[in-house]
Nanobody
Framework: QVQLVESGGGLVQAGGSLTLSCAAS????????VGWYRQAPGKQRESVAS???????NYADFVKGRFTITRDNAQNTVFLQMNSLKPDDTAVYYC????????WGQGTQVTVSS
């Protein structure tokens, strides 16, 4: 069983930056693909970025060049550095871990004001 706890959300002005963190419990964190989804009000949840166990990072087109996903396997943590934030980035951000099933965090709110 994996438990995920996000932190780092908040309110920021357009053009600003935030770093989200997701701490995972359990063992074998390095075996999981980890990543972030987001869900804005009235919209479907969408993938933002992922980081495979092999070390490959992937990004949605709408965050390429602005967001960076990293992981620290020693600390069982995945990070999402978000720069040049836009009001359209306002959403609840969820981290996940995936192996033979998906595990989700509770979500953290990111609000970008114009």
């Amino acid at each position: 069983q994996v438990q995920l706890v996000e932190s780092g959300g908040g309110l920021v002005q357009a053009g600003g930056s935030l770093t989200l963190s997701c701490a995972a419990s359990g063992s074998d964190f390095n075996r999981y693909t980890v990543g972030w989804y987001r869900q804005a009000p009235g919209k479907q949840r969408e993938s933002v970025a992922s980081f495979t166990s092999a070390g490959s990072a992937n990004y949605a087109d709408f965050v390429k060049g602005r967001f960076t996903i990293t992981r620290d396997n020693a600390q069982n943590t995945v990070f999402l550095q978000m720069n040049s934030l836009k009001p359209d980035d306002t959403a609840v951000y969820y981290c996940y871990a995936r192996l033979w099933k998906w595990w989700w965090g509770q979500g953290t709110q990111v609000t970008v004001s114009s």
